[in-house]
């Protein structure tokens, strides 16, 4: 019988007669490969619920906004323009242009009871709201969205309404933005916020252009969301669109630049790309450890199975094949500890992803059926490469020595 047909039997055996050694050696196997597993599962899912997010926009949608917003930290400008009526009057008036969404935003305090705490609000018009609406990033839960008739009414986040304040907001109550007091005419539906993904709904508060100019001088915004009537002219007008910048302020100007929602989804990918890596790479020394316990697993088992061995050499085992038989053994032990890594990664990322989740972030983890294959290989490969050199130690052995039991 050819000895590498019982390659499983050989190891399941090594396993059990080296006891908690081996166990150990599994363990360290285990642990290494479920933290890539995890982590790569948990940035991918924060990828998925990114490009879900995007997807509700919709391959037609541009976004305009101050140069560096989409590539670095916002606000890092000193100089900040705002976009006039006229500008974005212009940018509608593109005929490939379907709407355009002018929201404006800022930070505010908001008081209810005695309670105070910091907040953003976003003022759109009823139209902008019901294309805030279509995207599915914001939608009715409890009572209504902003009408015409709206000035000092608040259409507010669940988080805000329900999580925020000792006691609950609720719909027809009365809350103090900036000192000045609006009514609370609807709540959001609770939605999960993922990586870049859009606003977070759950903690804004809507309010009417009407209203936020009772609160603020400035009413004109510096960010656009342009959708396109077709997708296959998201180009044209992106190029209609930087051009009308150039009239305004100047050929090569600096100040506004115009980003598709597929490029702004790739950037994204990059940066999530890169910290996954770090921590991949973190995590892989944990399955170094793994590496080194299989080499002594192997070590001890060569010294304890010399007579093993010279019984295989001395029926016409070749060196080849003993190295065969010791490499599968150890390749074997990291697939074992490998399948099981697989399970806890898998079970540990879908944990995590559940509690995000729950508090609010989206963690879109799914099974991957080529980090599955990957990792299970990058397992079997640690372990021959960790047993190879006590294999070769094996394979070398003189036959009558090893019979003797000693090496």
């Known amino acids: 019988m050819n000895p590498l047909s019982e390659v499983p039997a050989f190891a399941i055996r090594n396993l059990t007669h ?9 363990l360290g196997v285990i ?3 479920a933290a890539i597993v995890t ?61 355009v969404l002018a929201p404006v935003t800022a930070p505010v305090s908001i008081e ?10 976003i003022a759109t018009t009823p139209e902008e709201s019901d294309a805030f609406a279509d995207t599915g990033f914001v939608e009715v839960a409890e009572g ?23 006691t609950e907001v609720r719909v027809g109550s009365k809350i103090d933005i900036e000192g000045k007091s609006f009514k609370v005419i609807g709540i959001t539906q609770q939605s999960a916020q993922s ?44 190029d209609k669109i930087e051009r009308i910048f150039e009239s305004v302020y100047g050929k090569d100007q600096k100040v506004y630049e115009v980003v598709t929602s597929d490029q702004l989804l790739e950037q994204i990918g990059q ?22 316990g299989i080499m002594n697993t192997m070590i001890m088992s060569v010294l ?8 295989m050499k001395a029926v016409g085992a070749t060196n080849t094949l003993v190295l065969g038989v010791f490499l599968a053994e150890a390749a074997f032990i990291g697939l074992v500890g490998g399948f099981f890594g697989v399970v806890v990664g898998y079970l540990l990322a879908f944990l995590v992803g559940a509690i995000s989740v729950t508090t609010g972030l989206a963690l879109k983890v799914e099974l991957d059926v080529g980090l599955i294959i990957g990792s299970l290989l990058f397992a079997m490969i640690v372990g021959m490469i960790s047993g190879y050199i006590p294999a070769r130690r094996a394979a070398k052995m003189d036959p009558v020595v090893a019979l003797r039991g000693i090496e």
Do not use: C, H, M
């Open 18 to 26: 080296q006891g908690l050694r081996s166990y150990l050696t599994l």
């Open 31 to 33: 642990i290494g490969i």
């Open 39 to 99: 982590l790569f599962s948990l940035g991918s899912g924060l990828n998925n619920a990114a490009r879900e997010q995007f997807e509700q926009l919709g391959s037609n949608t541009l976004f305009v906004g101050l140069s560096g917003e989409f590539t670095q930290a916002s606000g890092s400008s000193t100089n900040i323009k705002t976009l006039s009526e006229s500008t974005i009057n212009k940018i509608k008036a593109i005929s490939q242009v379907e709407v």
């Open 112 to 121: 209810y009871g005695r309670e105070t705490v910091s907040g953003v609000v």
């Open 144 to 166: 209504r969205g902003l009408e015409n008739r709206d000035v000092f009414s608040a259409f507010i986040g669940y988080s805000l309404a329900k999580d925020t304040f000792e």
């Open 195 to 238: 990586f870049g993904g859009g606003p977070n709904t759950n903690n804004t508060i809507f309010i009417s252009k009407r209203g936020y100019s009772q609160l603020f001088e400035e009413t004109d915004p510096i960010f656009l969301l342009v959708k396109t009537n077709d997708p296959e002219d998201i180009g044209i007008v992106k």
């Open 271 to 292: 940066f999530l790309g890169i910290i996954q890596l770090v921590l991949v790479g973190i995590a892989s020394i944990s399955l170094l450890v793994g590496g080194i």
């Open 304 to 311: 304890e199975r010399t007579a093993e061995i010279g019984v």
